[in-house]
C-alpha cells in the first residue's frame, strides 16, 4: 500500500506543541499520583518502585488498587485523584497488614552485604564481612532484603498493633522515605560513573603503554596490533554505553514480575550476584 501524503508529511510545529503538552499532563498527573503513595519502593505493585505504578497509572495503564503498602485508603486516594471508583485491593498483590521492620539477627550475619544492596532506601549499615544492622526509622518494611541473605538472619517484626495502610505510615514517613531512595539512586549513579571513568583512564594508559613498545618482531608488531585493538573496542563500547545511558530516575515504567525485578543496581564495591533470591 502506498503511504498518504499525510502519512509522509513532517510533523508540524503544532504537532510537536500537542506531543509536549500531551507529555507534560501525563507527567503532572503522576506527580499527583505518586504524590499519593507510600514510597516504601516495595514492587509489590509489580513495578519497580512507586514512580513507574505512579506513570502506568497516569496512562491509564495500571489499576489504583495494586499497593498494598497504602492499603483500602491509599486505594481511596488514588481512586479520587483519578476519577474512578475504588476498588478492592487486588490480592494478587498482596494485603493490607500492618506495618513490620526489618530486624538482623547479628549473631548469624556473615557479613555479605546483599541486603544492603537490597535495601532501596540505605535503611542497612554495615561493611563486608562485618556485621549488619536496620535503622528501625528509616526502614520502610519493604521485605526486599529477606530474600538475599543467604543465612535468613533477618526477620520482619510488625510494629503497628493493629494499625495498616496509612493508619500505619505518616506522609512524612513517605516523603523521607522518598528523599532517601532518591538520594541512593543518585548516589548508585555517581559511583558507576566513577568507576566507569578510573577504567577508562586505566584503558587509556594500557593503550598508550602499547603504543610506546617497540616491537621487536612481526609477530610481536601483530600482536601488540591485537591488543591495541581490543582496547579500543573496549572504550569505545564504554563511550557507547555511556551516551546510551538512562537519565536518572528514568525507571522502566514496564510491569515487572516482583520475584524477576532487578535488585537494587549494583555499585562498584557492591557487585550484584547472579544468584540473589528475591522475596517469594
Ligand atoms: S506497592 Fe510498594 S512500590 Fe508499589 S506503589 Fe505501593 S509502596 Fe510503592
Ligand atoms: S531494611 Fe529491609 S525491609 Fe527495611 S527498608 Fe531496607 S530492604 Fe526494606
Ligand atoms: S544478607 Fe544477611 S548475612 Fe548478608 S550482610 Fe545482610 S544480614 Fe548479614
Not at 505512579?54 to 496512562?59: D, G, L, Q, S
Not at 546483599?114 to 549499615?125: E, G, T, Y
Not at 526502614?139 to 526477620?155: E, F, W
Not at 532518591?182 to 571513568?197: G, M, P, T, Y
Amino acid at each position: 500500500m502506498t503511504a498518504s501524503a499525510a502519512d509522509t508529511a513532517p510533523a508540524s510545529p503544532a504537532d510537536g506543541r500537542l506531543d509536549a503538552g500531551l507529555a507534560a499532563g501525563l507527567a503532572a498527573r503522576a506527580d499527583r499520583l505518586e504524590a499519593l503513595l507510600p514510597q516504601t519502593q516495595c514492587t509489590k505493585c509489580g513495578f519497580q518502585g512507586c514512580r513507574p505504578y505512579a506513570e502506568a497509572m497516569a496512562r491509564g495503564e495500571a489499576d489504583c488498587n495494586r499497593c498494598p503498602p497504602g492499603g483500602a485508603e491509599g486505594i481511596r486516594r488514588l481512586a479520587a485523584e483519578l476519577g474512578v471508583a475504588p476498588l478492592p485491593l487486588d490480592p494478587g498483590h498482596g494485603t493490607e497488614q500492618p506495618r513490620a521492620v526489618a530486624r538482623i539477627d547479628e549473631t548469624l550475619c556473615i557479613g555479605c552485604t546483599l541486603c544492603i544492596q537490597a535495601c532501596p532506601v540505605d535503611a542497612i549499615v554495615g561493611a563486608a564481612k562485618q556485621m549488619h544492622t536496620v535503622l528501625p526509622d528509616w526502614c520502610t518494611g519493604c521485605d526486599l532484603c529477606v530474600a538475599p541473605c543467604p543465612v535468613d538472619c533477618i526477620a520482619m517484626i510488625p510494629v503497628t498493633g493493629e494499625r495498616t495502610g496509612w493508619d500505619a505510615w505518616s506522609q512524612q514517613q513517605a516523603d523521607d522515605a522518598r528523599a532517601r531512595y532518591l538520594s541512593r539512586k543518585q548516589r548508585l549513579v555517581r559511583e558507576r560513573e566513577e568507576n566507569d571513568a578510573r577504567l577508562a583512564a586505566k584503558a587509556a594508559a594500557k593503550l598508550e603503554a602499547l603504543r610506546q613498545e617497540a616491537a621487536s618482531s612481526e609477530a610481536e608488531r601483530q600482536a601488540q596490533e591485537r591488543k591495541k585493538a581490543i582496547i579500543q573496542a573496549a572504550i569505545e563500547r564504554a563511550r557507547q554505553k555511556r551516551q546510551a545511558a538512562q537519565p536518572l530516575n528514568a525507571a522502566p515504567a514496564d510491569p515487572v514480575d516482583r520475584h524477576e525485578a532487578a535488585p537494587a543496581a549494583a555499585s562498584p564495591d557492591h557487585p550484584v550476584p547472579s544468584d540473589t533470591k528475591r522475596p517469594q
